[in-house]
Structures are given as structure tokens and as C-alpha cells.
């Protein structure tokens, strides 16, 4: 994907809150508002990585640095970029997921193993 315009970004990133909204929809409403929160960074932070894995692709993990005489092989700021948010992208999908086992904790509260005559 090449750098979309800032349009097309806020595009991506609203379909992607809406995918991930849609799992998180019987959440209880305390818990969908901390949900709602996440859901916003991590679609923010799904397509700004996808746009820096575009890059690293392209223009590869690191490049030649000229300064006069000097040269060097440095890192890409992208991959540097990448390389953060990706640790920040993962706890924070952590957390989201967190909330689920809160359903899931609710429905095995559901279910005493007796069956309703």
C-alpha cells in the first residue's frame, strides 16, 4: 500500500474500528466504552503500520548515509517507527482481547452444568 492520501487513511481506519466493533458488540456498555477507546487506536495503528511495512518493502530496513566523505549503512525511520508501534499495537490488541474473556468468563457462569426442566 503507498502512503494513501489522508482521506483514504481515514477511510482504512474507519472500516477497520467498524470490523473490530462488530466483535465487541455484547460487550456490557462499561466495558464497550473502554473497548470503544482501543478499538480506536489499534485501527489507527493497523494501517499506519501497514503504510510502514509498505514503505520497508519498498525502500528496504535500512539505506546508505552520505554525509561528505563519510558513508554508512543506518537504519530506515520507518523500520524504526515499525518496530515501536508494532510492541505498543500488540499490548494494546492485548487489552482489547482481555475484554472477551470477560464474556466468555459470563458464560461459563451461565452454565452451572444443570439443565432447566
Excluded: C, W
Excluded at 502512503?3 to 460487550?27: G, M, T, V, W, Y
Excluded at 537504519?75 to 482489547?96: C, G, V
Excluded at 466468555?104 to 432447566?116: L, R, T, V
Amino acid at each position: 500500500m503507498a502512503k494513501p492520501s489522508k482521506k483514504k487513511q481515514e477511510e482504512l481506519i474507519a472500516k477497520e474500528a467498524d470490523r473490530l466493533h462488530s466483535i465487541f458488540l455484547e460487550l456490557p456498555d462499561d466495558k464497550r466504552e473502554v473497548a470503544k477507546e482501543l478499538i480506536e487506536r489499534i485501527a489507527f495503528m493497523t494501517i499506519q503500520l501497514q503504510i510502514l511495512e509498505d514503505t520497508i518493502k519498498t525502500k528496504g530496513p535500512t539505506y546508505t548515509f552520505e554525509n561528505g566523505s563519510q558513508k554508512m549503512i543506518i537504519e530506515n525511520p520507518a523500520q524504526k517507527s515499525y518496530n515501536t508501534m508494532i510492541n505498543r499495537y500488540t499490548a494494546a490488541y492485548d487489552k482489547l482481547f482481555n475484554l472477551l474473556s470477560y464474556l466468555e468468563k459470563n458464560d461459563d457462569d451461565d452454565n452451572d452444568g444443570f439443565e432447566e426442566v
